[in-house]
C-alpha cells in the first residue's frame, strides 16, 4: 500500500527554520514525482516545491524561491523541504504528493494522486 507521511512541522518565530520530512513506503520515490503542497486557513491549496524525479528538475513557487529547498535521500526513500527565513505567512498545514507521470506538472495539486496527511506549520512570535 502506497504511503507518504509528514513529520517535522512545529511552531517557529519569523526569521526561524524548519525541516520537514516526508517517508515514503509501498513505492520506491526515485521514479516519481514529489511536490510539497500548503493550505492555509481560508485559503486554497497551493504547491510550493516540487522534484520531478530523482536527478530531474526542481521547481519554487515565487513566495519560497530562496528560502526553501527540496531534495530527496534515495537511500531513506524520504523527501525533504528545508524551510528558513520563516515568516507568518508560511503557517499552512504542508502536505507532501507524490505521483508517478506528473513530471513538470507536479506544482499542481490536480496533477499529484498519493497524498500525505500533513503537518502544520505555525510561524509566530
Known amino acids: 500500500q502506497l504511503q507518504l507521511v509528514e513529520s517535522g512541522g512545529g511552531l517557529v518565530q519569523p526569521g526561524g527554520s524548519l525541516r520537514l520530512s516526508c517517508a515514503a513506503s509501498g513505492f520506491t520515490l526515485d521514479s516519481y514525482a514529489i511536490g510539497w503542497f500548503r493550505q492555509a486557513p481560508g485559503k486554497e491549496r497551493e504547491g510550493v516545491s516540487c522534484?520531478?524525479?530523482?536527478?530531474?528538475?526542481?521547481y519554487y513557487a515565487d513566495s519560497v524561491k530562496g528560502r526553501f529547498t527540496i531534495s530527496r535521500d534515495t537511500a531513506k526513500n524520504t523527501v525533504y523541504l528545508q524551510m528558513n527565513s520563516l515568516k507568518p505567512e508560511d503557517t499552512a498545514v504542508y502536505y507532501c504528493?507524490?505521483?508517478?507521470?506528473?513530471?513538470?506538472?507536479?506544482?499542481?495539486?490536480?496533477?499529484?494522486?498519493?497524498w500525505g496527511k500533513g503537518t502544520l506549520v505555525t510561524v509566530s512570535s
Open positions: 522534484s520531478s524525479s530523482s536527478g530531474g528538475k526542481m
Open positions: 504528493a507524490a505521483d508517478p507521470s506528473a513530471f513538470r506538472l507536479c506544482l499542481l495539486s490536480g496533477a499529484m494522486n498519493y
